[in-house]
């Protein structure tokens, strides 16, 4: 009797403690706030989680297959997260649960699914993301690990879906949040394989020939040639701290990300939280990896954001610019104080002896090449040429020709002159309002690209000296970028010719003052 007793009180306790945790464990999960999550178009990244405690999140990202813009009359299909290449930036704090719903529009010709990097699950949510078109999957996941994550579509073949632009870049910030600073930028590298070649104009399908050789025709910084240049550059102002979320969707392709003219103080390597790198020149991304960098701008200009392997940021559209504002340091960096005239002899340039460490003089036998004279005959003009074309240059119009010149302007002309045509302080003079091409015209514009410019110049009762060596273009690009020239920066009426350029591109300036 005594026995059975005490089976029925123990009976009690253990329910009432599974009841009492069940209410616990009840009143955890509901006690979690719900919140909507912001997210944004790239270059552009939700705000910092100022919160301090996790909450259940719900995300909702919409796949859409549309035809959009790969260049400068060059159009692509691109399957996308949110509409655009990359995907939306995706911002969540470390122990959140996350509600994901993955919506395929009911125009999308296929189905399509998400892996997030983030996500520890099989196949980072794949699995459950499943979705045909004109339907929605949702599926739970807790955010255990902070960092920067890559998420890509990831049905198959999944190679296809990444290369036509299903990739974007999910940040799941520390528990303590990230050290703040003053911008934020979402930058993301990526290749596209088509059946034309760079520049060729129209519609371009995608080659799986070029993606099996790895063989991209372009490698561009979010999804388009030309998205972080002009009015679309990223912006800042001297003194501010700026942080770069940078991914890499690949699909093939390796980034040696850099930015020219300036060092990332702190490098999170391939998108962990710890700073693994100080003091860098150029970081690599991996495909389906990222990185953070930081760096505080000192003084103003444009910064251009390249792939270092440097044909791919000047050949196939891997380049992008920050613009800062702000007072200059000359302390920092001078710009150029004089311009001499060098003749090429000086001893004390001689050839080092390595067993001293000393200059020697230059008194040991010149080496005379065998084949100078072969050598000299070698022309590389073409391949300039051909850097600086497109295939099917077919521009007929007055439209056509200012953007086939703005094309052309924005590969070979916008680092000395600038984007807006204002050129450099004391360096390079402008030709926004330059009263300089209002007296010397097409004639003295022709000439100078064509042969080259150096020696002193007055421009808008500035003086110049500086060489500006010809350019290796054709004359229906001389004509396209000077007509661009005219009407884009000048706001005029002018067109340039091929003519004009036969005409003139023998001739001889009219002024330099």
């Avoid at 200059?359 to 300039?384: H, I, V």
């Amino acid at each position: 009797m005594k026995s059975k007793k005490i089976l029925i009180v123990c009976t009690i306790f253990f329910s009432m403690w599974f009841l009492l945790t069940s209410c616990e464990e009840n009143k955890s999960a509901e006690g979690l706030q719900n919140i909507e999550a912001t997210l944004t178009h790239a270059p552009y990244v939700p705000p910092p989680i100022n919160r301090d405690y996790p909450a259940k999140v719900k995300v909702e990202l919409e796949v859409r297959e549309l035809v959009g813009k790969l260049s400068d009359g060059v159009e692509y299909t691109f399957w996308t997260f949110g509409g655009e290449v990359p995907g939306k930036f995706i911002r969540i704090r470390e122990g959140d649960e996350v509600e994901f719903h993955l919506h395929n529009h009911p125009s999308s010709k296929l189905p399509h699914n998400i892996d997030l990097h983030a996500v520890t699950g099989p196949g980072g949510g794949a699995v459950s993301s499943f979705t045909t078109p004109g339907h929605t999957s949702v599926f739970n996941f807790k955010a255990l690990n902070a960092g920067l994550y890559v998420y890509h579509c990831a049905t198959a073949p999944v190679g296809l879906h990444i290369a036509n632009g299903m990739y974007g870049l999910i940040l799941v910030e520390p528990e303590e949040g990230l050290p703040p600073v003053d911008r934020e930028y979402y930058v993301m590298q990526s290749e596209f394989y088509t059946e034309g070649n760079y520049g060729a104009k129209g519609f371009q399908p995608f080659s799986m020939e070029k993606a099996l050789d790895e063989n991209p025709d372009y490698v561009v910084f979010n999804g388009s040639v030309g998205s972080l240049v002009g009015d679309k550059a990223l912006k800042a102002n001297t003194g501010e701290r700026i942080r770069l979320f940078v991914g890499n969707g690949g699909p093939n392709l390796v980034s040696s990300f850099h930015v020219i003219g300036e060092i990332f103080d702190l490098v999170y390597q391939e998108g962990g939280m710890e700073i693994k790198q100080k003091n860098v020149q150029t970081t690599l991304v991996p495909a389906g990896g990222s990185a953070m960098v930081e760096f505080e701008v000192d003084v103003p200009g444009e910064f251009i954001l390249v792939d270092h392997s440097i044909f791919r940021a000047f050949n196939k559209g891997a380049l992008g610019k920050l613009a800062v504002s702000g007072p200059d340091n000359k302390i920092i960096y001078s710009g150029k104080v004089s311009d001499e005239i060098y003749s090429g002899v000086n001893d004390q340039f001689g050839s080092i002896d390595p067993a001293t460490g000393k200059y020697r003089k230059n008194e040991e036998k010149a080496f005379s090449p065998e084949f100078a004279n072969e050598a000299a005959r070698n022309d590389y003009s073409s391949l300039a040429e051909t850097a600086n074309s497109s295939p099917r240059e077919d521009a007929s119009s007055k439209g056509d020709l200012a953007s086939m010149g703005k094309s052309i302007y924005q590969r070979t002309c916008f680092a000395c002159h600038q984007s807006n045509g204002e050129g450099i302080p004391n360096v390079f003079p402008p030709i926004n309002n330059s009263d300089w091409i209002k007296k010397n015209g097409k004639a003295g514009m022709i000439t100078a690209i064509s042969n080259g410019l150096k020696g002193e110049l007055t421009v808008n009762g500035n003086k110049y000296n500086n060489i500006m060596p010809p350019q290796q273009l054709t004359d229906k690009q001389m004509a396209a970028v000077l007509t661009y020239v005219y009407r884009e920066i000048n706001n005029s009426s002018e067109t340039v010719t091929v003519d004009d350029v036969k005409k003139y591109k023998t001739g001889d300036l009219l002024s330099r003052k």
